[in-house]
Every structure is written in C-alpha cells, then in structure tokens.
DNA sequence: GCCCGCATCGTTATACTGTAACACACATCG
DNA sequence: CGATGTGTGTTACAGTATAACGATGCGGGC
C-alpha cells in the first residue's frame, strides 16, 4: 500500500516524490489536532491527492484517482472528504472551474489562534490553463473597504482572476 | 399573445412592469448594435427576464420563467442565450450560485468605445441570500496591482464576497 | 432566380457536478 | 447494555451544462 506518494499515474514529465507533501500533510495534522478535528486516512488520502497535483483538480478527477487507493469510493466519498478539508482550510475550491487546489497557507505554522480561512485569490491563464494562489493583502483591505462603505459584513471572499500568466505573455 | 407577467397589465402590446427594465432593454438595443451583434427575440426575452428578478436566477429556473413565452424551451435555449448576453457584458454570472444577474452598468450609456465588461463584485449576503452587484475601482486597482506583482495580466475578474448585508447585521 | 454560407434556433440525448437518504461500524458515555 | 455521535459505504437522484444534428431564415455572388 502506502507506495501512493509519489509517481502519482504518469502524469505529466514532473513526477514530484514530493517531500512538500509530506510535509504539508503533517502541518495539515498538527492543524486538525488543534482544532479538535479528525484527519481520517480518507481524508488524507484526498488532501494527499489534492496537495499531489500542481494543478485544479476537479471531484471527480479526484474521485478517479481516489479509486485506485478505495476501490470502493464513490461521489459522497470525495464529496465529504473535500467538505471537510475546505471548513479546516486546508484547500480551497476554485469555482469558475468547479475544481479543488491544496491551500498554499496550509503549510504555515501559525501562531494558534488563527486558524481560519486566510484571504486568497487565484490568478488563472487563459491559455495554459495553470492556477496560482496568492494571498495579498492590499486586495483584501480593498475588498473589505467595498464591503463597509455600502454596510456589508465581509465574511469570506471569492477572487478568481482571469488573464494570462508570465509565461504565456512571453511567449505570445 | 396574452403571455402574461403578471404584474403588470393595462398597457398596449408591450407587457413590461418595470420602466427600469425596458430602459435597459433600450440601452442593451443600442449596446448589441454598436458591437454589431443581434440581441434577438429570444436573447430580449431572457435578458428581459433577468432583468425583472431582483435576484440571481439559475439557468432552470430560467428556462421555467421561459417556458411561458417558448413552449419549446429547452436547456441550449436558455445557456445560448445567456452565453450571448454574458459576452455583450448584458448579464453576469454569480459563480458560487450558478446564476445569472443583471449588469448594473449595463443601463448606462457610456460613450461608445467601452463596450467590454467592467470590473464588478458581488456581495452575497449569508442570512438572506440578497445579491447585490458593486463596481468598486479600488478594487480592481489592487486586484490590477495584485496580478502585475507577479507578471500575470488581467483581463477580467471574479470577485464574490460572503457576509451579512446592512438588513441582516443590524437585526443580528 | 438559384445556390451557398452563416448565424440562429429547435430538438434530443448525454455529460458533468453535487446531494439526499439510509445502513453499518465503531467509539464514548451514562 | 442502550444511547448518542461521527465517519464511512452504498444507492439513488437532483441540479448544472454541453454535444450533436436538423431546420429555418437571411445576405451575397453567380
């Protein structure tokens, strides 16, 4: 069993063994614990899954691979796990692609005490499709501002930004 | 022809309770025809319907609304409509509800050469569901600022901030 | 007039995304 | 022991969106 970290199914020419994993899972652990949480072997298997890829992944996608650790896995499978992982904060959901990235916070120690969500925003390319997540907190002061001046509460902020990356703006 | 809306009645042939929505009909006329694209019948009639809820509507939901003006509705109907106002910049779509509201920016007249979206975001209230759209331009000025820190170019941003509206937090 | 290409729309079927509901296992507590 | 709570397995279904093909209507070139 427990080969599953690193040579994920030949995906693509980087095969990660991914210490950053290992790691990120033990953060996500000290997390859970400090919350009264319980990261389950399932839900580490999906968190595992989800920090593996450097890319969106969607439920099923996820679903597919969860399968070769679960042969038994079915939608509710992933569903639960990925509820779970999104109310800890350890991924987020990136909606305009119906899709689930590792949170790049999650493998900060922070003091306790902060362990709710951190302001993020993705920034999305057109053309190649890759997904960043930055965290800045200019935007989030921004968003906060807009949201007192008309008497909104701001609770929680989806920013998703469309447009071309470095490498894609170089190239065209 | 006496399809009905509902409310509003008395008037000749034309079936339109709000002046609001049939100015920005108007407005979307003009808006179609500088950009050189047909806002049709069908595409009138959803916008129209969009136009009339005070809040986000999902595309089935739609459809049903449609279904009295289009017997033959059916789901293309509706998401090709829609895919055609979202391009005009008519209509946007609210990512965390998969639905569909009225561009608040859509009944201005802007002198001609700015016929593509403008930044915008929603505030989504978590008690009572309210939607409400805002166009803040220090927001996309950080959210601009943002992307160009780390070479990315924006093109076009989804911004969804979760809270309590005024209504709410002042009964809270 | 006729043909052709194009955009729009009708129609059917299907894919993709997400949940409801119920059953079982296990752990804790009175 | 029974009661309760959480996590998971399992089946079925609801909600969201698109593919594919056909039909219609309109404008341009012959």
């Known amino acids: 069993m427990a080969a599953g970290q690193g040579s994920a199914s030949g995906t693509d020419g980087q095969d990660t063994p991914a210490p950053d994993v290992a790691h990120a899972l033990a953060a996500a652990d000290a997390r859970c614990a400090r919350a009264g949480a319980q990261l389950t072997e399932l839900r580490r298997q999906v968190l595992g899954l989800v920090l593996e890829s450097d890319q969106p992944l969607g439920a099923y996608a996820l679903l597919d691979k969860l399968k ?3 042969p038994g896995a079915a939608p509710p499978t992933v569903y639960r796990a990925l509820d779970f992982l999104l ?3 350890l991924i987020h959901k990136v909606e305009r692609l119906n899709a689930f990235v590792g949170c790049v916070e999650a493998g900060h120690d922070h ?3 902060h362990d709710h969500h951190h302001p ?7 053309d190649c499709g890759t997904t960043v997540e930055i965290s800045d907190h200019a935007v989030a002061h921004a968003l906060e501002a807009a ?3 008309v008497g909104f509460t701001a609770i929680q902020a989806t920013v998703e930004i ?3 990356c470095a490498t894609c703006s170089a190239a065209a």
Chains 1, 2 share one sequence.
């Not at 993020?120 to 057109?126: E, G, N």
């Open 68 to 70: 070769a650790l679960r």
């Open 87 to 89: 109310e800890q904060g």
């Open 147 to 149: 949201a007192q001046r």
């Open 111 to 113: 003091a306790h005490g």
């Open 162 to 164: 469309e447009g071309r």
């Open 120 to 126: 993020h925003q993705f920034l999305i390319c057109r």
